[in-house]
């Protein structure tokens, strides 16, 4: 059966965003992919600006750690999961974010004014397929972004890093469950994909987990 965008996100209950910031940032981030969410929260302060969107929400858990105060920035909120919108809009209530109900594999209709910079959480190893049919996402933002927009984000790898047997068989169970994909997500793709629509890519690897920053798209401004 075909994998869809709908798999990962039908799994995002009221029940388990309630408990979802203990297993994703207390279990598995530090002792399954071996990368401290100290390192996502580090990257929401160097490069969320006051005029920000995510894509892929979650909870918010960075977001609602923003350095930013509260009517000193803009914050916009896309996501398939209406669940998670929800979750995370009343959690960065005092923000008053924006929420948008979208697909990211398809083009994102927007005609706001659009973001500085732009949060893309964990949403890459939800999506079906490789990281070549992933990287659509990048193009599915361009009416978000400006000239300038810094794009940033991690994402779980599964090939050219070193795994541990607990990092193995989670990873199994949960490509089992389609919670998440991508079998031969690298490094290597992820940076060919970005170099393809930006000219200022960086990737840090820690554990299982790429850290990625964008900027200055090359692809054109709609």
Request: hydrophobic share 40%; net charge positive; with cysteine.
């Amino acid at each position: 059966k075909i994998r869809t965008t709908l798999d990962g996100a039908r799994i995002y209950t009221h029940c388990l965003l309630a408990c979802y910031d203990f297993v994703i940032y207390r279990v598995l981030a530090p002792y399954v992919w071996r990368c401290d969410p100290r390192h996502f929260l580090d990257l929401y302060h160097r490069y969320m600006s006051g005029n920000h969107a995510d894509v892929g929400v979650g909870t918010g858990y960075c977001l609602n750690q923003s350095l930013h105060k509260p009517g000193a920035v803009r914050i916009g909120l896309f996501d398939l999961q209406p669940n998670c919108l929800r979750y995370t809009a009343a959690r960065l209530a005092r923000f008053q974010p924006e929420t948008f109900e979208c697909d990211a594999l398809e083009p994102i209709r927007f005609t706001g004014e659009r973001f500085s910079s732009i949060g893309l959480g964990g949403i890459l190893h939800c999506i079906p397929g490789n990281l070549t049919e992933k990287g659509i996402v990048f193009d599915a933002i361009a009416s978000l972004m400006e000239l300038a927009t810094q794009v940033f984000g991690y994402t779980i790898l599964n090939r050219g890093v070193r795994k541990t047997f607990l990092s193995r068989v989670v990873f199994f169970l949960l490509h089992r469950m389609k919670v998440i994909n991508g079998e031969s997500d690298s490094a290597a793709q992820l940076h060919a994909e970005l170099n393809k629509r930006f000219k200022q890519v960086n990737i840090q690897v820690i554990g299982c987990i790429a850290l990625f920053t964008a900027g200055e798209p090359s692809f054109p401004q709609h």
